[in-house]
């Protein structure tokens, strides 16, 4: 059996007052975190230099995670050179769907459901179409003597309705799948 070992003269204690402050290390300032924010909020192609700047980060970082994003799916990739990407309007769907399926029942689902297409039936009566995207905001405000900024309000709050009825329609598709299972 050998002899303890000695510390060499010249090693020294650590400070641990260079140590970063571990609350600052719990509070979301992760590189990670950083760049998983910025790519949920790229609607249009962003190169790596301005996901970089805007997540207060470096270019090769940047690259780095953006590539990783793009395999989990969060991301896209759009160009090849310069490298862009922007949020995967999928991945976002399904984040929404997730979430509908967590907070509620499936029996809560089907009748939010129901009262969303109760609401579509009631903007496909009030503008005589059967989608928002036939409406002219500006013949059907001529037409009823509505302003236009209203016209546009309920055009887009019946766009709004058919989006989360899709949601809830997934959301309550996918729930009853898995009760199967």
């Given amino acids: 059996m050998g002899s303890p070992r000695k510390a060499p ?40 230099s301005e996901i970089a700047e805007r997540a207060g980060r470096g270019e090769d970082s940047a690259r780095e995670y953006m590539r990783f994003f793009a395999e989990l799916g969060v991301v896209e990739r759009v160009t090849e050179g310069p490298e862009q990407y922007r949020v995967d309007r999928g991945y976002l769907r399904w984040r929404r769907v997730r979430r509908v399926k967590q907070q509620y029942s499936p029996d809560k689902i089907a009748k939010m459901l129901s009262e969303s297409t109760n609401t579509i039936d009631e903007y496909r009566e009030e503008f005589g179409v059967d989608s928002p995207r036939r409406v002219s905001v500006a013949e059907y405000a001529e037409e009823s003597g509505m ?35």
């Fill in 9 to 48: 003269e010249e090693e020294t204690s650590p400070d641990f007052g260079d140590w970063e402050d571990p609350s600052a290390v719990i509070s979301g300032e992760r590189t990670r975190d950083d760049f998983l924010d910025v790519a949920l909020q790229l609607r249009e192609p962003a190169s790596i």
């Fill in 147 to 181: 302003d236009v900024e209203e016209v546009w309000r309920r055009v887009s709050k019946w766009k709004t309705e058919v989006n989360r009825r899709r949601i809830l329609d997934e959301a309550l598709k996918t729930a009853e799948e898995k009760a199967v299972a």
